[in-house]
Protein backbone atom coordinates (compact mmCIF):
# COMPACT_ATOMS: atom_id res chain seq x y z
CA UNK A 1 0.00 0.00 0.00
CA UNK A 2 1.14 3.22 -0.71
CA UNK A 3 2.56 5.71 1.79
CA UNK A 4 -0.57 8.44 0.98
CA UNK A 5 -3.06 5.69 0.79
CA UNK A 6 -1.95 4.49 4.51
CA UNK A 7 -2.10 8.48 5.42
CA UNK A 8 -5.72 8.73 4.73
CA UNK A 9 -6.20 5.47 6.49
CA UNK A 10 -5.39 7.44 9.74
CA UNK A 11 -7.36 10.29 8.72
CA UNK A 12 -10.53 7.81 8.67
CA UNK A 13 -9.88 6.11 11.68
CA UNK A 14 -9.35 3.30 10.09
CA UNK A 15 -7.11 0.81 12.33
CA UNK A 16 -5.97 -1.34 9.61
CA UNK A 17 -3.56 1.84 9.56
CA UNK A 18 -1.35 1.08 11.67
CA UNK A 19 -0.37 -3.30 10.54
CA UNK A 20 -0.17 -1.29 7.23
CA UNK A 21 2.41 1.22 8.51
CA UNK A 22 4.30 -1.98 10.13
CA UNK A 23 4.11 -3.84 7.09
CA UNK A 24 5.27 -0.52 4.97
CA UNK A 25 7.72 0.61 7.41
CA UNK A 26 8.20 -1.84 10.63
CA UNK A 27 11.91 -3.11 9.15
CA UNK A 28 13.17 0.29 9.05
CA UNK A 29 11.48 1.23 12.32
CA UNK A 30 12.90 -2.31 14.10
CA UNK A 31 16.68 -1.05 12.99
CA UNK A 32 16.14 2.87 14.28
CA UNK A 33 14.40 1.35 17.31
CA UNK A 34 17.10 -1.30 17.86
CA UNK A 35 19.79 0.90 17.29
CA UNK A 36 19.02 3.22 20.23
CA UNK A 37 17.68 0.13 22.70
CA UNK A 38 19.79 -2.68 21.77
CA UNK A 39 16.74 -5.05 23.19
CA UNK A 40 13.44 -6.50 21.32
CA UNK A 41 11.15 -6.16 23.75
CA UNK A 42 12.33 -2.77 24.70
CA UNK A 43 12.48 -1.82 20.46
CA UNK A 44 9.12 -3.35 19.87
CA UNK A 45 7.53 -1.20 22.52
CA UNK A 46 9.39 1.86 21.11
CA UNK A 47 7.49 0.99 17.83
CA UNK A 48 4.34 0.66 19.47
CA UNK A 49 4.67 3.90 21.07
CA UNK A 50 5.41 5.54 17.94
CA UNK A 51 2.36 3.79 16.27
CA UNK A 52 0.11 5.15 18.94
CA UNK A 53 1.47 8.80 18.46
CA UNK A 54 0.96 8.42 14.65
CA UNK A 55 -2.84 7.18 15.54
CA UNK A 56 -3.16 10.26 18.01
CA UNK A 57 -1.52 12.92 15.85
CA UNK A 58 -3.26 12.16 12.01
CA UNK A 59 -5.05 13.97 11.60
CA UNK A 60 -4.48 16.95 11.85
CA UNK A 61 -0.71 16.62 11.30
CA UNK A 62 -0.43 15.68 7.17
CA UNK A 63 2.95 14.46 6.76
CA UNK A 64 4.28 14.35 3.48
CA UNK A 65 6.58 11.05 3.95
CA UNK A 66 5.16 8.50 6.35
CA UNK A 67 8.48 7.40 6.59
CA UNK A 68 10.16 10.34 7.47
CA UNK A 69 7.48 10.94 10.23
CA UNK A 70 7.52 7.39 11.32
CA UNK A 71 11.40 7.03 11.79
CA UNK A 72 11.09 10.80 14.07
CA UNK A 73 8.29 9.06 16.15
CA UNK A 74 10.01 6.10 16.03
CA UNK A 75 13.12 7.56 17.25
CA UNK A 76 11.87 9.71 19.95
CA UNK A 77 10.03 7.06 21.69
CA UNK A 78 13.08 4.52 21.90
CA UNK A 79 15.18 7.65 23.35
CA UNK A 80 12.42 8.41 26.19
CA UNK A 81 12.29 4.38 26.83
CA UNK A 82 16.44 4.16 26.86
CA UNK A 83 16.40 7.54 29.24
CA UNK A 84 13.82 5.48 31.64
CA UNK A 85 16.03 2.28 30.99
CA UNK A 86 19.07 4.42 32.07
CA UNK A 87 17.61 5.86 34.60
CA UNK A 88 16.25 2.13 35.83
CA UNK A 89 20.27 1.23 35.86
CA UNK A 90 19.01 -1.44 33.06
CA UNK A 91 21.11 -0.56 30.43
CA UNK A 92 20.29 1.67 27.52
CA UNK A 93 22.08 0.66 24.21
CA UNK A 94 24.07 2.90 21.99
CA UNK A 95 22.05 5.99 23.72
CA UNK A 96 24.71 6.91 26.57
CA UNK A 97 28.08 5.94 24.48
CA UNK A 98 26.59 8.51 21.92
CA UNK A 99 25.51 11.33 24.75
CA UNK A 100 28.82 10.98 26.19
CA UNK A 101 30.91 10.74 23.15
CA UNK A 102 29.17 14.20 21.80
CA UNK A 103 28.73 15.47 25.70
CA UNK A 104 32.16 17.82 25.30
CA UNK A 105 29.93 19.53 22.17
CA UNK A 106 27.49 21.04 24.86
CA UNK A 107 28.11 23.64 26.68
CA UNK A 108 26.40 23.97 30.46
CA UNK A 109 23.40 26.46 29.56
CA UNK A 110 20.19 28.13 32.09
CA UNK A 111 17.05 27.56 30.96
CA UNK A 112 16.81 31.23 29.18
CA UNK A 113 19.29 30.38 26.80
CA UNK A 114 18.57 26.71 25.72
CA UNK A 115 15.79 27.67 23.21
CA UNK A 116 18.04 30.06 21.41
CA UNK A 117 21.67 28.03 21.51
CA UNK A 118 19.20 24.79 20.34
CA UNK A 119 18.32 27.15 17.36
CA UNK A 120 22.13 27.90 16.47
CA UNK A 121 22.99 24.58 17.35
CA UNK A 122 20.74 22.87 14.70
CA UNK A 123 21.70 25.83 12.35
CA UNK A 124 25.56 25.00 12.59
CA UNK A 125 24.61 20.93 12.53
CA UNK A 126 23.03 21.49 8.76
CA UNK A 127 25.79 23.43 7.89
CA UNK A 128 28.39 21.32 8.76
CA UNK A 129 26.38 18.08 7.11
CA UNK A 130 25.76 19.69 4.14
CA UNK A 131 29.55 20.58 4.19
CA UNK A 132 30.53 17.03 4.59
CA UNK A 133 31.51 14.57 1.61
CA UNK A 134 28.48 11.91 1.40
CA UNK A 135 30.28 9.32 3.06
CA UNK A 136 31.57 11.38 6.21
CA UNK A 137 27.97 12.19 6.46
CA UNK A 138 26.74 9.10 6.18
CA UNK A 139 28.95 7.60 9.08
CA UNK A 140 28.01 11.16 11.83
CA UNK A 141 23.90 10.23 10.88
CA UNK A 142 24.19 6.77 11.69
CA UNK A 143 25.97 7.53 14.61
CA UNK A 144 24.17 10.56 15.97
CA UNK A 145 20.76 10.16 14.45
CA UNK A 146 20.25 6.25 14.46
CA UNK A 147 22.58 5.46 17.07
CA UNK A 148 24.39 2.58 15.43
CA UNK A 149 27.16 1.27 16.67
CA UNK A 150 30.78 1.85 15.30
CA UNK A 151 30.64 -2.18 14.16
CA UNK A 152 27.50 -1.43 12.97
CA UNK A 153 28.58 1.49 10.61
CA UNK A 154 31.48 -0.48 9.76
CA UNK A 155 29.39 -3.36 8.16
CA UNK A 156 26.95 -0.89 6.93
CA UNK A 157 29.71 1.05 5.15
CA UNK A 158 32.01 -1.31 3.84
CA UNK A 159 34.55 0.27 6.60
CA UNK A 160 37.16 -1.43 9.38
CA UNK A 161 35.61 -0.47 12.63
CA UNK A 162 39.17 1.32 13.14
CA UNK A 163 38.16 4.06 10.45
CA UNK A 164 35.13 4.57 11.52
CA UNK A 165 35.84 5.82 14.99
CA UNK A 166 38.92 7.50 13.56
CA UNK A 167 36.22 9.10 11.01
CA UNK A 168 33.72 10.01 13.77
CA UNK A 169 36.59 11.45 16.06
CA UNK A 170 38.12 13.69 13.50
CA UNK A 171 34.07 14.44 12.68
CA UNK A 172 33.54 15.67 16.62
CA UNK A 173 36.62 17.74 16.36
CA UNK A 174 35.61 19.72 13.01
CA UNK A 175 32.22 19.81 14.49
CA UNK A 176 33.55 21.37 17.65
CA UNK A 177 35.29 23.94 15.69
CA UNK A 178 32.16 25.26 13.73
CA UNK A 179 30.69 25.68 17.31
CA UNK A 180 33.35 27.24 18.33
CA UNK A 181 33.62 29.54 15.26
CA UNK A 182 29.84 30.27 15.47
CA UNK A 183 30.43 31.06 19.47
CA UNK A 184 27.41 28.31 20.38
CA UNK A 185 30.34 26.77 23.16
CA UNK A 186 33.53 27.84 24.31
Known sequence: MKESEIIELYGARDERAIAETRAAVG????????????????????????????????????????????????????????????RM??????????LDELSDLASPSDTEREAVERVAFRGALSEFLAGLPKRSRMVFVKRYWYFMSEREISRDMLMTVSAVKSLLSRLRRQFREVLEKEEIIE
Do not use: H
Open 27 to 86: PLLRRIAGGILRDSRDAEEAIQDACLAAWDSIPPAEPKSLASYMVKLTRNAAIDRARENS
Open 89 to 98: KRGAGEYPAV
